[in-house]
């Protein structure tokens, strides 16, 4: 018996000072179980997507969800981490929980609170998802630099490309009133260094990187055989993860190799090719990220996903619109939560209630969520089932 | 389709000073794959318990698995934590893709490095496990303390029963050749304030407190249709897990509320009573947990626990002998390895392979991991199903 989404829950992502991560986790909670139309007591298990590492003293966030109402007292709840695809890993283990016959009805908080900690804080706690024996003291931009660089020095300067792909995901952003940054870019502030748009880690730039931002979203699912109970369902046509090696040496870091293993097993699952996506929600903490998640999932060959920028391919009225939501550019980037706010723009697109965010007639959408350097790799593709 | 254990591996718990956590986790991994007789490539799904919280800097530790085997690549991995039950986590997470037909063949691995920190670094990074909104600042030791303190005021003092438990832990675990601490000690030293027992926090003396320890725990699991072709196959008559409120303000501390609950859970769904369990594993994270286990799981009326030790019940020996191996007073408790350990050796014992630590004739093995001061709560009662 597979798992259904019936409904979700998102608080704005951006800098919330007085929010606590237990009130984010709440917030997103509460909504997500009122837009499922469910009580709290229906709930049979809880999951949680949390990376945490340091950036709040909460290491154990799990069962904070259960204060949200006296009747989840005794529900288990449980955190699951990887790196910045926390979030897809507590849905794919909640999903596991509903097909397993543990559970009839889910709970999915995905949260991170980010901006306790300054900048080089944040930097230092996100490194913990390197490997630390030959990584230590390398930050995620100087590590997305590197693979930039290799990519740079494969594929010729992609500076351009990268530029157009923030330019895209902050318009995105625009339609989107849960994103972070809403603010349009131009492409030659993107593609110059400046005061405002430093070099971070060569050859990335300011705008190449995604925001530190605080933020939850949420999921109810319920057994597929519960759905007609609900106003609308979601089904998944695939949900496939695969982990690679954690040491880069051990890797060609010039393509995202298990997130292509990842995509072709997603489409084999669900019967389809690339062709047949509708919109995509993908990982794009670094533009360059976003560049060589083009060529993972067969839009493009490898070294040739720029001229999918060039012709407009990924863009709102494009072939197939990537990060409509304005990705983790824009949208912003609470690692823990990144995977299920992609699942809650993915569902909200196959049921045609993403607001402006909405691709019209959106009847397949792919979620890539990504923990590390390409380390762990999620793909999920979502469909309207009611 | 449920899950049975086929195999296990076990680290000495104990200082492994020049032993990285890596190298922990692939030493416990290799052993179980070994035992089980399978080969990597077998392995459909890792699964990772892992507390941590700046314990190591390794903080997207499940990848760590696949630097096993070639072999490995591409296998999905996934940390789940619920602070000191992280390992049973793992071992539920992981049992849900077999029983979801999503792995037939699973690999769990508990591990824990705790050393690298110095005790008030550790005693920073277990505290991360509590309410950070009203506990903050506040030891383990020390909540165990109050707890103990609020037991003792309602029932009376209890210092030598607690000693006692201290004991009879020190005792089995001289059975235990992978336990910390193989040593001898006596009720007098337990029970009397020195120089070498201290009072940490009172009630509770050094001896009341479990240890400080690296070490890691594996298991894989089948399919149960593949159980056939293993030397052993351990089942789960039951697996039940609950979660209670984080903040202890909003329990009754004077009993394990949630963990009652959970046993309860546990021997309906087995079908049985506590008289029918042979050898039990139990949590004591301090000697006042192993104190109130007693009376959660229904051994004695709740404030009555003490009568079991005075009457030797839970000895070697007795009706029902609680932590053979040593429990984690003795045999150590590297937080996220310690419900992977609990497995091991309850599998162990029903498969009639636990050593010096063997109670003759045991068929039903019951496991409690707890998490937090009662806040996660993981009952397994298992048996030999070949």
Redesign the interface.
Same mark, same amino acid.
Request: glycine share 10%; no cysteine; hydrophobic share 40%.
């Given at each position: 018996m597979d798992a259904r989404i019936v409904g979700w829950g998102h608080t704005r992502f951006g800098v919330h000072d007085s929010t606590?991560l237990?009130t984010l986790i709440q917030k997103a909670a509460a909504e997500a179980i009122e837009t499922a139309g469910i009580a709290p007591a229906d709930i049979d298990a809880?999951w949680l997507g949390h990376?945490?590492? /340091?950036m709040?003293?909460?290491?154990?966030a =799990?069962?904070?969800v259960?204060?949200l109402d006296d009747d989840l007292?005794?529900?288990?709840?449980?955190?699951?981490?990887?790196?910045c695809a926390s979030g897809s890993?507590a849905i794919?283990?909640a999903?596991?929980?509903?097909?397993?016959?543990?559970a009839r009805c889910v709970l999915v908080v995905g949260v991170e609170k980010m901006t306790e900690l300054d900048t080089r804080g944040v930097t230092e706690?996100l490194a /913990?998802?390197?490997y630390?024996?030959e990584e =230590?003291g390398v930050s995620f931009p100087q590590i997305f630099g590197r693979i930039a660089a290799g990519y740079f020095e494969k594929y010729g300067d992609q500076s351009e490309t990268l530029a157009r792909i923030a330019v895209k995901n902050h318009q995105n952003a625009l339609r989107n009133p849960l994103a972070h940054m809403q603010r349009e870019v131009s492409f030659e502030f993107c593609n110059e260094i400046s005061n405002k748009n430093p070099m971070i880690a060569a050859p990335l730039r300011l705008t190449d990187c995604s925001l530190i931002t605080d933020g939850a979203a949420a999921l109810v699912m319920v057994s597929e055989d519960m759905a007609a109970d609900f106003d609308c369902a979601v089904g998944f046509r695939a949900a496939v993860?695969?982990?690679?090696?954690?040491?880069m040496s051990?890797r060609d870091m010039t393509e995202l190799t298990?997130a292509r293993?990842t995509f072709a097993a997603a489409y084999e699952a669900a019967g389809v090719t690339v062709d047949d996506l509708d919109v995509a929600e993908v990982h794009d903490c670094f533009t360059i990220a976003e560049l060589m998640i083009y060529e993972a999932m067969g839009l493009a060959e490898t070294g040739k996903g720029a001229g999918l920028v060039a012709t407009g391919t990924t863009m709102r009225g494009g072939r197939l619109p990537v990060n409509l939501s304005g990705g983790l550019k824009a949208k912003g980037h609470p690692v823990g939560a990144t995977g299920v706010s992609m699942h809650v723009l993915a569902s909200q697109q196959v049921v045609g209630r993403a607001g402006g965010v909405q691709q019209e007639g959106a009847e397949l959408a792919c979620v890539f969520n990504m923990?590390?350097s390409g380390?762990?790799n999620y793909c999920s593709i979502l469909e309207a089932v009611k």
């Open positions: 606590s237990e809880i990376y945490n590492n /340091g709040v003293p909460d290491a154990f =799990a069962s904070l259960l204060g007292r005794f529900t288990p709840a449980t955190r699951v981490e990887n790196a890993a794919y283990a999903r596991n929980a509903i097909r397993a016959g543990d706690a /913990g998802a390197s630390s024996t =230590a993860q695969m982990n690679d090696y954690l040491p051990r298990a293993h923990g590390g380390v762990a």
